[in-house]
């Protein structure tokens, strides 16, 4: 596949050129979304290096099982960042970590105000996505943040938040939805 | 946790989708997806709304090369199917023609893993054709069949595309199918009017180069589109389509139910 064809190729085509072990494709595909799944690992796990660890095993496991991303059930960034939280998750959730975390998340505090870039994502769309964010009540966003990019459990949330665990699982839940229904209607994140 | 309802499985999607639930759950969650497609979609549909919450940073300089080296590793020695000629056992003289006599002496000249550049070029193509067959094959499956057919349309209007049209040996019938190779070796097979095959039975796609016959994937058991890799470097002089046990073999003894060398 020629370079430009590379440039243009679908998700799909991409990861046949993936399982035909053409480096370039692979390329490609981190040149796409190496940066969101990297923000994302980095935001949960809060150590570049273990970050970096991340994106190299969610492209290495692309690299090596290709078949294993469907694109019928969605987009390839999708499928990568999922990976992606999966592994960090694990991490977070290892024993040794968690005192780690507590000190990090102090630190965090200390460094409030502190923004991730966003390099990757097309500013229009990190701008309807946010908001999407600030439409959902403060209790839903509030629980899909912390879930997501806090790598909490919905039961750890509901602590965090002082609120039933059904009503957190449903909280993030309909959330997703709202701003599904939100972003499709602006245009973004409608096809699939 | 089989006190959960399939509509608590579901409240549970929501939570899934952020890696948000208990190990137990995420368990009955997944057994669930399985043979529930409304939840497939809805799951879906809950990790790209996900997905646009990852703040994108830059990767950091020197990941991608550590990825890229890392790659770098041979394929795995020698799984190595130069398909010892069987599939034209029964004689038929358009696809190889090779006496038992020659296959041998040609597998011994091959064990000695290969003076001749031709050979060794052979060898680098079955293997790579070998281990990307299952792959390959896995991941046809998965592609949209309408994604295919794209592909395969704009390899058959590229005027440097090498087409071979594969017609039943027998003579009989109109069977018939269209092998299209584009110049990077990406190859295309569009079988229109195969009759579709018991789910224990596969149609498997064959080359021939030079007096060699390639396994060049297997294609399941109701083919239309598929798509196969050929070295770009080694011309393939005709194809072949078997019927096979699923899973395929790597030699086959079996009459082709197509054929087709290259005009």
């Known amino acids: 596949m020629s370079p430009d064809a590379l440039h243009d190729a679908s998700d799909a085509t991409l990861v046949i050129a993936i399982s035909r072990y053409e480096q370039r494709a692979l390329a490609e595909a981190y040149r796409r979304h190496a940066g969101a799944v990297y923000g994302l690992a980095r935001r949960l796990l809060g150590d570049p290096a273990l970050a970096e660890e991340i994106v190299q095993e969610v492209f290495l496991r692309l690299w090596n099982t290709p078949e294993k991303f469907d694109p019928e059930r969605g987009s390839l960034r999708s499928y990568l960042l999922a990976q992606c939280h999966g592994r960090s998750v694990d991490l977070l959730r290892a024993e040794t970590a968690r005192r780690q975390r507590e000190e990090r998340d102090a630190q965090r505090t200390a460094e409030a105000g502190y923004d991730v870039e966003h390099e990757v994502l097309d500013l229009t769309v990190a701008e309807r996505v946010r908001g999407a964010m600030e439409r959902l009540h403060a209790n839903e966003r509030r629980a899909i943040e912390l879930a997501y990019l806090g790598g909490h459990t919905y039961r750890e949330v509901a602590v965090i938040l002082g609120e039933p665990e059904g009503t957190v699982k449903s909280r993030i839940r309909a959330g997703l939805k709202k701003m599904r229904v939100d972003l499709v209607e602006a245009g973004v994140g409608g096809a699939r | ?263």
């Open chain 2, 1 to 263: 946790m089989s006190t959960y309802s399939v509509h608590e499985i579901e409240e549970l999607l929501g939570a899934y989708a952020l890696d948000a639930v208990e190990p137990d759950e995420r368990e009955l969650v997944e057994r669930h997806l399985l043979d529930c497609p409304r939840c497939r979609a809805e799951l879906a549909d809950h990790l790209e709304v996900a997905a646009m919450l990852a703040e994108g940073a830059p990767a950091p300089e020197g990941l991608w090369a550590r990825i890229a080296a890392s790659l770098e590793e041979p394929p795995p020695a020698l799984r190595l199917a130069v398909a010892p000629p069987g599939l034209a056992s029964s004689g038929d003289a358009a696809v190889v023609d090779l006496g038992a006599e020659r296959s041998r002496r040609r597998a011994s000249r091959l064990a000695l893993a290969l003076a001749g550049v031709a050979a060794a070029v052979i060898v680098v193509l079955g293997v790579v054709v070998v281990r990307q067959e299952t792959r390959i094959d896995d991941l046809t499956k998965e592609i949209a069949s309408s994604d295919l057919s794209d592909a395969a349309g704009a390899a058959m209007g590229d005027p440097a595309t090498v087409k071979t049209v594969l017609t039943d040996p027998s003579g009989e019938g109109d069977l018939t199918a269209t092998a299209a190779v584009t110049p990077d070796g990406t190859g295309y097979l569009m079988t229109p009017n195969l009759p579709p095959l018991p789910e224990d039975r596969t149609y498997q796609l064959w080359g021939i180069v030079g007096d060699r016959v390639i396994s060049l994937g297997v294609l399941g058991n109701e083919p239309s589109v598929s798509v196969f890799q050929v070295d770009p470097a080694v011309g393939v002089d005709g194809f072949a389509v078997t019927e096979e046990i699923a899973g395929g073999v790597v030699s086959s003894q079996n009459d082709p139910t197509l054929v087709g060398t290259r005009s």
